[in-house]
């Protein structure tokens, strides 16, 4: 349950707050002073505190949100005034409260806010852990995985989150970059201060500039008041830049300059305004080929590729499928309150072979929709989603009309291996680094060990090799197996 405390003198706005946010869901509590406010704080440990400039008697707001930021700077503070855009109300913005409202409230906006504030939060308290070898569930939300590729990303982020280097993270949609970007921050060291994102992609490009930067009054049509952006928002912390690559090009150049001396103007504005915020940004987008289009600064592609981290797609490291679906299993068997579920062995199969185009964002959203529609304790194939429950090849060869078991493969499975080298072949189109024999040789491999539990033997036999050769593939290409190998 959430926790809102709500810092305001008059009885009236007290009993409007209880009333718009009664839910099950949010718990409100309210203090009728900074000081009693200060004192409720560690009592409370609320996840978010919206507070009244002026207060009647005591300490007032900007004094309390002082000694707010002080405790907790990650502690999200909405200020609210009568005032319009006072002097003091951009002094709040600027000792780092999250945004401010005016009097008589805009209802939606304060609950849109309310919500975007409670996310904030959570993004910047929930300990994102890496854990190669999934030892706890003692937590909510970590990065899973122990293929060599996600190692050396571990790496990366154990080397790169003690320092203030400007971070750039590479990958396909749903491989998990936020994450990455919230591990450097949790294990840095402005951990203690705001974590904040924003997703370059989902806002309109003549409002992202006013969202990054904010905006002075009359800057444009609407802009009856000034606006603190990100950047002053997350002074002192760290901003997240989702989906930079769709960034237009004149607020490039805005964000260029932030990158080179910490400085930039609010739109419609000539004061300039000097901040100290890490940058990590992201993106699925080629940057170097928007670069040669001219689509992307070439100047801000070096300020931000300072550390690269690129995130592998999930079909290039099939070993972590059954780490990441067994990790999906516990988290939402926990949230649903139900036992922990297993995989059939052939579910098991259909996961690890299917091409993931969604990756771990898909395997996640398969994982809970099969734990929805299933019916017993175990995930089998019928409760996969349409599309994955298809017919495996037989291993064995059909007899002959006269009984006796053939040699030669029957036309069936010759014709299924002929589909999947096709479906081979389209992956290998849509993917330039995919070179088709290794990674068909290296999954064969991996199956065959997994097919007989580990011994060496027995998956030789089954792949048609000898052991010696097999071992040779097995150091060739690194294969870090969760079966023991005898």
Request: proline share 6%; hydrophobic share 40%.
């Amino acid at each position: 349950m959430e926790k809102l405390l709500l810092i305001d003198d008059e009885a009236d706005v007290q009993y409007s707050f209880r009333r718009l946010f009664n839910s099950s869901e949010i718990e409100i509590h309210s203090a009728s002073s900074g000081e009693e406010g200060l004192r409720l704080v560690p009592k409370v440990k609320p996840s978010l505190v919206l507070m009244d400039i002026r207060m009647g008697t005591g300490m007032n707001g900007l004094e309390t949100l002082r000694r707010l930021r002080q405790t907790d700077a990650r502690l999200p503070v909405i200020m609210m005034t009568a005032y319009g855009t006072t002097h003091t109300a951009i002094e709040a913005m600027k000792l780092g409260a999250y945004d401010y409202l005016l009097k008589p409230f805009d209802v939606p906006k304060l609950k849109q806010l309310v919500t975007d504030a409670l996310k904030a939060t959570r993004a910047m308290r929930q300990t994102v852990a890496c854990q190669p070898l999934l030892e706890s569930e003692d937590y909510d939300l970590g990065i899973v995985g122990r293929s060599p590729a996600m190692q050396e990303v571990f790496k990366l982020i154990g080397q790169t989150a003690g320092t203030d280097a400007t971070v750039l993270i590479t990958g396909e949609s749903g491989t998990g970059k936020e994450l990455v970007a919230r591990a450097i921050y949790t294990h840095g060291r402005r951990a203690d201060q705001p974590f904040l994102a924003i997703n370059c992609a989902a806002i309109p490009e003549n409002l992202l500039e006013s969202e990054l930067f904010g905006h002075e009054k009359g800057a444009f049509t609407g802009a009856t008041s000034q606006r603190i952006g990100k950047f002053e928002q997350c002074n002192g912390g760290t901003l997240f830049l989702d989906e930079i690559g769709d960034m237009s090009p004149p607020t490039q150049t805005k964000i260029l300059r932030v990158l080179q001396n910490g400085v930039f103007e609010r739109v419609g504005g000539n004061q300039p305004v000097k901040v100290d915020v890490r940058v990590i940004a992201a993106t699925n987008k080629p940057l170097e080929q928007a670069m040669a289009a001219k689509a992307f600064r070439e100047d801000l592609f070096y300020r931000l590729n300072v550390i690269r981290i690129e995130l592998p797609a999930l079909r290039q490291r099939r070993e972590d499928i059954r780490l990441l679906a067994d990790y999906f299993l516990r988290k939402f068997a926990r949230s649903q309150g139900r036992p922990p579920s297993g995989l059939h062995p052939d579910t098991l199969a259909l996961l690890e072979s299917h091409p993931w185009p969604g990756n771990v964002r898909e395997l996640e959203n398969v994982i809970q929709r099969s734990l929805v529609v299933g019916k017993a304790a175990t995930i089998m194939p019928a409760d996969l989603p349409p599309g994955f429950a298809v017919a495996r090849p037989s291993p064995v060869n059909p007899p002959s009309p006269s009984g006796v078991a053939t040699h030669e493969p029957a036309n069936e499975p010759a014709n299924d291996v002929a589909v999947m080298a096709r479906t081979l072949f389209t992956w290998a189109r849509a993917n330039s680094k995919l070179k088709v024999l290794p990674a068909v040789e290296r999954e064969l491999v991996i199956c065959a060990l997994a097919e007989t539990q580990g011994n060496q033997v027995q998956a030789a036999k089954l792949l048609g090799i000898t052991r010696a050769t097999l071992r040779k593939r097995i150091e060739k290409f690194g294969i870090q197996r969760e079966l023991s190998i005898r």
